[in-house]
């Protein structure tokens, strides 16, 4: 079946500027999670949603990062009035609830000039 | 806080070397292990978890409570084991923490 998907696969931006990157996750999966990936740096957790329940924000960096999942689907990431700082790679993952195993998509590379 | 840390970013061995990637965490709990692996051009995918104490690919990893680490272990490598290596944790949340990676370079 079709896993992860991410678009756009890669998104350049002036500084200053809205972006929203999507993330469809795998049919069936009540847990998706965005995390991000800069240049040297690990990946670093951003927000978690599980089903109904309110999402695990804590490791938004500041408030310009906001996320939404609709209908138990699709997630939206929406970075407002981006930074230099805010290039990276923007890997979404899902699972199973209650399951070890997740899933990820293949990134958006976002460039802020 | 949790922390994973992996302090080697580079590890390159010849063909039928034995590999050992290093990773070490931080927690004061009941941790959860895991390794994930990225191929050239391919997503990041779950090589193998702790609790599961099986082999993939050769791989194995033991989770040292004492030592808090939980070193991936290979005793022949392979040239398709070149790959990005990521140790990570995770605790009462579900989301992992990870560490930095690092790059196994097998050479012929």
């Known amino acids: 079946g079709a896993g992860v998907s991410q678009s756009p696969s890669n998104k350049v931006t002036e500084k200053g500027k809205d972006v929203e990157l999507r993330c469809d996750p795998i049919?069936?999966?009540?847990?998706l999670y965005w995390y991000r990936q800069s240049l040297g740096q690990g990946l670093e957790f951003l927000i978690y949603f599980q089903g109904n329940s309110a999402p695990d924000k804590s490791g938004l960096p500041s408030d310009r990062f906001s996320a939404e999942r609709t209908g138990g689907s699709v997630s939206t990431l929406t970075i407002q009035r981006t930074q230099q700082e805010d290039s990276a790679v923007y890997l979404c993952?899902?699972?199973?609830?209650?399951?070890?195993?997740?899933?990820f998509g293949p990134g958006t590379r976002l460039t802020v000039l | 806080a949790q922390r994973v840390t992996q302090p080697e970013k580079l590890l390159s061995v010849f063909k039928g070397a034995p590999v050992e990637l290093k990773c070490n965490y931080s927690y004061s709990g009941s941790p959860e292990l895991f390794w994930y692996v990225q191929y050239s051009r391919q997503r990041l995918q779950l090589l193998l978890r702790h609790i599961s104490r099986e082999s993939i690919k050769g791989f194995t990893a033991d989770l040292n409570k004492g030592e808090t680490s939980f070193h991936l272990k290979k005793p022949f490598a392979q040239e398709e084991d070149s790959a990005m290596y990521y140790c990570?944790?995770?605790?009462?949340?579900?989301?992992?923490?990870f560490g930095s990676g690092t790059r196994l370079q097998v050479q012929p």
């Open positions: 049919s069936g999966h009540t847990a």
């Open positions: 993952a899902s699972s199973l609830a209650g399951q070890d195993e997740q899933f």
């Open positions: 990570a944790l995770r605790t009462g949340r579900r989301a992992l923490t």
